[in-house]
């Protein structure tokens, strides 16, 4: 590890070092699988709809995860829960971290712009969101872009607090002085120097951002606010709601319950085994 | 003294922004707001009298002031299924959702504090491995799976707890509260498994830097029983930062509340919001939006001033 590693870029560095940890490994297997799953759905299953004859049974070989009250299959109706659980969390957490980025950097590298953004991010982050995000939701309708759209709009705080955090520490050094006297313009300073310096935070940032955002979904659409046409984990079990399945039928609930655990459970861990890979100066 | 003030105007401040927020998203957004009241295929004439009726016909300005005076007179409009006022609708409810998340976070704190000393005392043993993937998976759980779990195991499989409600209509005087008590349970537990996570790893890493400090290593050096420098002497520091993390968690609790009143049918406000889900009722979304901002900026400044009462540093600064 000593003559190596000296010749390592720190990229490899931290690549080597979190190839060593068997959770981040483990936890980046299972996103990819949930990944095909999510791409791969009308391979696995059809699409659940209609009504089935076999109603409200309890997991069987015909039926993995047994059917609900009108007979359609969970099984189907979890791996295609798995493709909308995803797309809303994916495109809501890229348009949450763009946002994000622009306004941290604006922030860190504006001098005028930090004060006003800066209270506008701690007002933004002291609200509760939830209920906010059921009122806009509400008023614009049910669909999943409506979903991607509001979740992204109230999830950008947490992404540009980061994101200021880190640029501020990039502002003052002395390269960014020098490019400003070279006569480099704004634009080409923050692309060239800003940028490159938050994006290591940044991705740490995406994959906890779309785990955040997998979950507002999942809590809008099981208060009723999903796609109505669609199935998403949080319908599953906003269906197993509204038919009183909750107490009786717990295969309903649970495996709706343990894909959104899985995938959440995996987004933090890959994320603190990536900032552990990344931190290998002052580890072990 | 200037320190409460601060605070008091930084409340106020959230408290406008918050109002003022919702007053545009409400106006500005596609929706028509007459459509979720009256039939679509209503006539012109009937749209702009009910736009009137509601005073939606002004310009944007008098509304937003109106609006404004109103509230400070504390009205939060009619509600547009019960034609009665959502002020009325929401404090009848706000008691049920006041006690299940004060208890939630006495109970999380309770537990919190000698899970986090357990874990940074063994820190690096099994126990404190055990403590902290544990934290970090109750950190990855969804709210309702949480519920439902609790619901299925401990309510209808073993029986132990009712599952639904917050008290039996027909119990009086002590026989009422203890089976207030026996109906919280449940929900009162969810939400702390999703809490809990959060305030035993804080407590753990603050714990641990304490533990590291001067004043630990004089006290052990002068004999004190290694029991007392934990619990006198470190803990006493690494609670600040705790009370930090309480005002921080606050959202993630009323949305928590909102998702746990849904599946236990409790009779709070969050329980009022998915019942105004279903029925497009946006005065009711609205106003519970403001009343549950409203408790979450009166609650941060109780932190704010308790913090600034434990730690003098905080005052001057």
Known sequence: MTAVAVDLTPRQRTWTSFRRNPLGVGSAIVLILLALTAICAPLIAPFPEGYGADTSQPPSAAHWFGTDDIGQDVFAQVVWGTRVSMAVGVSASVLAIVIGLLIGVSAAYFRRLDTPLGVLVDLSLSLPVLPLMILVAALAGPSVRTLAVVIALFSWPEVARVVRSQAMAIVPMPFVSAAKVVGGSSLWIVRKHLLPGVIPVVGVSVVLTTSRAVLAEAGLSFLGLGDPNSWSWGTILHKAQQSGALASAWWTTLFPSLAILLLVLSTTLLSVAYNDARNHRNGS | ?317
Not at chain 2, 246 to 267: C, K, R, S
């Open chain 2, 1 to 317: 003294m200037r320190f409460i003030g601060l605070r008091l105007a930084r409340g106020l401040l959230t408290l406008w922004f918050a109002v003022t927020v919702t007053f545009f998203l409400v106006r500005l957004l596609p929706g028509d707001p007459v459509l979720a009241v009256a039939d679509p295929n209503m006539t012109e004439e009937l749209r702009l009298k009910l736009l009137a009726d509601f005073g939606l016909d002004r310009p944007l300005g008098v509304q937003y002031i109106d609006y404004l005076g109103q509230l400070l007179q504390g009205n939060l409009g009619m509600s547009f299924r019960q034609s009665i006022p959502v002020t009325t609708v929401l404090m009848d409810r706000l008691p049920w959702t006041l006690i299940l998340t004060a208890s939630a976070m006495v109970v999380t704190i309770l537990l919190g504090i000698p899970l986090g000393v357990l874990a940074a005392t063994k820190a690096k043993g099994w126990v404190d491995r055990v403590i902290q993937l544990t934290g970090v998976t109750a950190q990855s759980l969804f709210v309702p799976s949480v519920g439902i779990f609790l619901m299925y195991v401990m309510g209808v499989w073993l029986g132990w707890f009712p599952i639904g409600g917050a008290v039996d209509l027909d119990a009086t005087g002590f026989a009422a509260t203890l089976s207030m008590l026996h109906h919280l349970v449940l929900p009162c537990l969810s939400l702390v498994l999703i809490q809990l996570g959060g305030y035993v790893l804080t407590m753990r890493t603050t714990l641990i830097d304490a533990l590291g400090e001067d004043y630990v290593s004089l006290a052990k050096s002068k004999g004190v029983r290694p029991g007392t420098v934990v619990w006198k002497h470190a803990l006493r520091n690494a609670l600040l930062p705790t009370t930090t993390i309480a005002g921080l968690q606050l959202g993630t609790l009323v949305g928590g509340a909102v998702l746990t009143e849904t599946i236990y049918a409790y009779p709070g406000i969050g329980r009022a919001i998915y019942e105004a889900v279903g029925q497009l009722d946006f005065p009711v979304l609205q106003g519970a939006f403001v009343l549950l901002a409203a408790a979450v900026v009166v609650a941060n400044l109780i932190t704010d001033v308790a913090y600034g009462i434990l730690d003098p540093r905080v005052r001057t600064s």
